[in-house]
């Protein structure tokens, strides 16, 4: 079971908005700061946003993200069909020795 | 152009042993953390190991802590991956990413994945 938890699916047609969810499985997980990654079949994961809401260069301004407390979140606006891939969010847990930790992950589908 | 590649993957029986490479390119490897992280087939994405930019720590995940080891070579570039005692659960692809700042200019909060190899499958069967 994954400590960051995100909806398996999500899905919109071409020019939708659609907003996956990343939550701390315990409520002692505080983030400090998120990143999501984008991950097309038989690819390698791609930084998609890092520092909560910060788009690396190339990264197209219909992605944003956002975050409070122990949860955030991955917008994508003017969905398009290229946008349909899988999507992850990933966080620094420094308890213990202190680890990265990654969600789930979420299969976004453009109808 | 910075650039990662991985490679040393392949079939293991449970209980063989396996180490990985990961060479790079394109940047002054030895100034940068670099981490593991891999992927079963048809599942998510899942955090190794990291090492230091020297190799002087080194921090593992839950499920390979004590079999697994991280190492590196700043004079030939290269990260490696030792796996010991393998099992099923075990198999996937293994990425091998750096972090975007150099250690002299960042904290663990920092290094999170910027760029990433193409990756090596690993698959452990009997």
């Known amino acids: 079971q994954s400590v960051l938890t995100q909806p398996p699916s999500a899905s919109g047609t071409p020019g939708q908005r659609v907003t996956i969810s990343c939550s701390g499985t315990s409520s002692r997980i505080v983030f400090d700061y998120v990143y999501w990654y984008q991950q097309f079949p038989g690819a390698a994961p791609k930084l998609l946003i890092y520092r909560n809401n910060q788009r690396p260069s190339g990264v197209p301004d219909r992605f944003s993200g956002s975050q409070s407390g122990s949860s955030a979140s991955l917008a994508i606006s003017g969905l398009q069909s290229e946008d349909e891939a899988d999507y992850y969010c990933?966080?620094?847990?420094?308890?213990?020795?202190?680890?990265?930790?990654f969600g789930g992950g979420t299969k976004v589908t453009v109808l | 152009h910075v650039q990662l590649e991985e490679s040393g993957g392949g079939v293991v029986q449970p209980g063989g042993s396996l180490r990985l490479s990961c060479t790079s390119s394109g940047f002054t490897f030895g100034d940068f953390v670099i981490h593991w992280v891999r992927q079963a087939p048809g599942k998510g994405l899942e955090w190794v190991a990291l090492i230091s930019h020297d190799g002087s720590d080194q921090k593992y995940g839950d499920s390979v802590r004590g079999r697994f080891t991280v190492s590196r070579d700043n004079f030939e570039n290269t990260l490696y991956l030792q796996m010991n005692s393998l099992t099923t659960e075990d198999t996937g692809v293994y990425y091998c990413?750096?972090?975007?700042?150099?250690?002299?200019?960042?904290?663990?909060?920092?290094?999170?994945?910027?760029?990433w190899g193409r990756g090596t499958l690993v698959t452990v069967s009997s």
């Open positions: 990933a966080t620094w847990d420094d308890r213990l020795s202190g680890r990265w930790v």
């Open positions: 990413a750096k972090v975007p700042l150099a250690s002299s200019n960042s904290g663990p909060k920092d290094w999170y994945f910027d760029v």
